[in-house]
């Protein structure tokens, strides 16, 4: 906002932005599939992971989406 100038104008130009995450591109190969450095294989199925994984990074988004929602709006 304080780029822009008003808060109307920035809410238009955040609205038109597009968004891209990227999270944990290395959590399967570093925490997964590396057993002999960490013993996440051992504690967890694939699937019991995948949802970890998932519930941590929608977290991690949902904190993101609020830290931009102050910061722009």
């Known amino acids: 906002m304080r780029l822009i100038g008003n808060r109307s104008a920035t809410k238009e ?3 038109k932005c597009l968004y891209t995450v990227a999270l944990g591109n290395n959590d399967y190969f570093n925490n997964y599939l590396l057993p002999e450095y960490y013993p996440t294989s051992h504690l ?6 995948a949802s970890l994984l998932i519930r941590h990074y929608s977290q991690q988004l949902r904190v993101g989406l609020v ?3 102050f910061i722009f709006l």
């Open 67 to 69: 830290i931009i929602m």
């Open 13 to 15: 130009y955040v609205a």
């Open 44 to 49: 967890y199925t694939p699937r019991e992971f």
